[in-house]
């Protein structure tokens, strides 16, 4: 009878396996991009309308989801051509019917146009016109951005209304439209031979592939590359002969959610500016060519998406600076690999413009004119012989404490020392060491450390280390490290480590954190903003993981955090509840299960497990697979003093997006294992003589 059961539950598991192909899965985008440099007779010929539209259609097939085969360029088209995509875009969107969960088709045109509608080539295609089509296409969401003279009109053709938008993800229904438009409807649209291009989209392209993020959530939503576009772009043209644009907008949709434009955490080449860097910020390509310009805060990690290649990216520390031309700036040159994100920090720039030289047959200019003294400090500040401002200390020694302009030898006292400027050498003392510049070599004392500068070497103490700016070396405290960012080298603490960045390894016994890390974190409980190496022990958290989490929980935003029930189709027919946490690469599992007569209440069909596994996507698909070891409470009660738990493995299918999952869980007896009470029903023998065997059961289950 139960042999009958379990095959009619693998009858109606291949029956909603065979229908889920039907349902509507995943949000399918087309895009036309048009670019149009020719207006007509009478019109001035631009130079960069083409340029743009083949930038904004490389950028939407890098991050913004439009696959090349559903992406249209149109190069200074005729009116009709544009008429004859528009068509169909349509037909290919009837054409799917529910096969996706939503339609969505981006319309770019970059060119010129007036009060009434687009001009290409002496014809014009009126606003009213391109609506209609847009409507009758069919898509579920349509986003249309025009960057062409008084383009605002467009926002108005139906008398429509500015209103709060309701942004939406993939996960969510959304239906309605999105235009963005370069300029009010009695405005100039312009663009600058310094830049190539428009400002519009020249500002649009680089909010899009990263510089809009202002959540830093690794997405770039309608609401956040409006924002951005409007700002940079009014801020640009407000000297400019044509006067200052303001960028417009129409949204009407309805749902719920954030109508993401560009997903930067899709597998892509990419720039990771630091938390340390802040400023304005250009970068261009190995033609010379500006392909990004933009504003970053301290503090915040941004990311920036960009196509393989070689970059020189220029910095000057006034966000507000808009012309990135002058002497004295900061750059560095970088080379992007295909599919590879380049982390960049403050060490990474030096002054462009002046190049570091050496004198031939003249000796080195000095930077300071004070003496190298040896000291002896009976009180601090009481000196023998006397410190002068510009003097180096070699060796000093002090009674109680001692003070140095700047250190190049050994400073050792009973209860502290403090160099100013520049040092270099050794500091030990009982109590603490002050660095307030920067420090090559070691500091060492029982209480504590500090570094406001930088600090190449190694800090020792027995309660704790602080190195504010930059760390290169070793940090070793019996408490607690802190250091700010970047920091590279290794914190090694019994209680915890604080990082701003850390490109090394952070081992505590407790607790470590870092906003960015490169490397290894190995301690109780590891912390992130993100990760791009290890993170190693119990509790793994970070804001983006891009490495591997080894833990029994991981939990990150791009990673896999679900909760999770399951029925399991055997002679007890259990009911499972499960926690897996990580990435598709490696995921934690722990799951419970009970008899549905007696969940909660009678122990003696309990089972518990922890699995490692991974998850595979395969088109709607996941496939996952993990093993591990299970223990059912009889088991434990019998052989109380003896290993009894059981390896075990699972195989699933689940849906994308809708959390239903089924297949096959197995436990195995191997030659020489304790019997279990969990090899019950069907097995498959392995092996030549059958020793070792396989029971296992059909599952279903749902997750959140």
């Not at 229908?19 to 207006?39: C, H, Q, T, W, Y």
């Not at 981006?106 to 009060?115: A, T």
């Not at 960057?147 to 926002?155: E, K």
């Not at 393989?308 to 808009?322: A, E, N, V």
């Amino acid at each position: 009878m139960n042999r009958n059961k379990r095959r009619l539950a693998a009858a109606v598991l291949l029956f909603i396996s065979m229908n889920s192909f039907a349902a509507p899965l995943e949000v399918k985008r087309f895009g036309i991009f048009i670019g149009a440099n020719d207006g007509g007779k009478g019109r001035q010929r631009l130079l960069y309308a083409g340029d743009d539209a083949l930038q904004m259609s490389q950028t939407m097939s890098d991050v913004g989801g439009i696959a090349l085969a559903d992406s249209i360029l149109l190069l200074d088209p005729t009116a009709m051509e544009i008429r004859r995509e528009l068509s169909q875009i349509g037909n290919e969107i009837n054409q799917l019917g529910y096969l996706v969960r939503r339609t969505e088709v981006m319309f770019y045109y970059s060119g010129h146009s007036d009060e009434n509608g687009l001009l290409v080539k002496g014809e014009q295609i009126l606003y009213k016109e391109i609506r209609d089509e847009l409507d009758q296409a069919g898509a579920d969401v349509v986003i249309a951005v025009l960057d062409s003279c008084s383009s605002g009109a467009f926002t108005r053709t139906k008398g429509g209304q500015r209103r709060s938008p309701f942004l939406i993800d993939e996960s969510s229904s959304m239906e309605g439209h999105a235009f963005l438009t370069s300029s009010s409807e009695d405005e100039l649209s312009q663009e600058s031979d310094r830049i190539g291009a428009s400002f519009f989209t020249h500002y649009l392209i680089s909010g899009l592939r990263g510089a809009a993020d202002a959540t830093g959530d690794g997405r770039v939503t309608l609401n956040e590359i409006y924002q951005h576009t409007f700002d940079e772009t009014l801020s640009q043209t407000e000297s400019t002969i044509g006067g200052p644009q303001h960028p417009s907008y129409e949204i009407q949709l309805t749902g719920t959610g954030d109508l993401v434009l560009t997903d930067l955490t899709v597998p892509t080449s990419a720039l990771q500016l630091s938390g340390e860097l802040d400023g304005r910020f250009s970068i261009r390509n190995s033609q010379g060519k500006l392909v990004a310009e933009f504003s970053k805060p301290l503090g915040d990690t941004l990311k920036l998406a960009l196509p393989s290649g070689t970059y020189t990216i220029k910095k000057s520390d006034q966000r507000m600076d808009y012309s990135l031309d002058q002497e004295n700036l900061m750059s560095a040159q970088v080379s992007l690999n295909r599919n590879t994100q380049l982390y960049l920090t403050q060490r990474d720039f030096s002054i462009s413009g002046m190049e570091m030289t050496r004198y031939r047959g003249e000796e080195q200019p000095r930077h300071d004119s004070g003496e190298e003294k040896f000291i002896f400090s009976l009180l601090p500040g009481l000196n023998y012989p006397e410190l002068n401002d510009d003097d180096t200390v070699l060796i000093q020694g002090g009674l109680i404490g001692s003070i140095a302009p700047r250190l190049s030898g050994l400073q050792i006292s009973w209860l502290f020392n403090i160099t100013g400027d520049y040092s270099r050498g050794i500091q030990y003392s009982n109590i603490f060491n002050i660095a307030e510049g920067s420090f090559d070599g070691i500091q060492a004392s029982s209480i504590f450390n500090i570094t406001k500068g930088q600090l190449n070497g190694i800090q020792g103490s027995g309660l704790f280390n602080i190195a504010k700016e930059s760390l290169h070396g070793i940090q070793g405290a019996g408490v607690f490290n802190i250091a700010g960012m970047p920091s590279t080298g290794i914190q090694g603490a019994g209680v915890f480590n604080i990082a701003g960045e850390i490109n090394g390894v952070q081992a505590a016994g407790v607790f470590n954190y870092s906003s960015y890390m490169q490397g290894l974190q190995a301690s109780v409980v590891n912390v992130a903003g993100t990760s791009m190496g290890t993170q190693v022990g119990i509790v793994n958290v970070a804001r983006e993981m891009h490495g591997l989490p080894i833990g029994l929980v991981n939990i990150s935003r791009n990673g896999i955090v679900d909760a999770g029930v399951w029925y399991e189709y055997s002679d007890d027919y259990r009911i499972y509840t499960s926690f897996q946490s990580g990435t598709r690469a490696l995921y934690t599992l722990f799951y419970f299960g009970n008899t549905k007569e007696a969940y909660l209440e009678d122990p003696e069909n309990m089972v518990w497990g922890i699995h490692l596994g991974t998850r595979v996507p395969f088109g709607p698909l996941d496939i996952e697979l993990d093993g591990g070891l299970k223990q059912s409470y009889q088991d434990s009660q019998r052989y109380k003093n003896s290993y009894s738990s059981v390896p075990s493995a699972r195989a699933l299918v689940a849906l994308k997006g809708l959390g239903i999952y089924w297949g096959v869980t197995m436990d195995f007896q191997y030659p020489g294992q304790l019997e279990s009470s969990l090899f019950t029903g069907d097995c498959v023998d392995f092996g030549s003589n059958g020793s070792f065997k396989g029971y296992y059961r059909y599952v279903f289950g749902i997750r959140i």
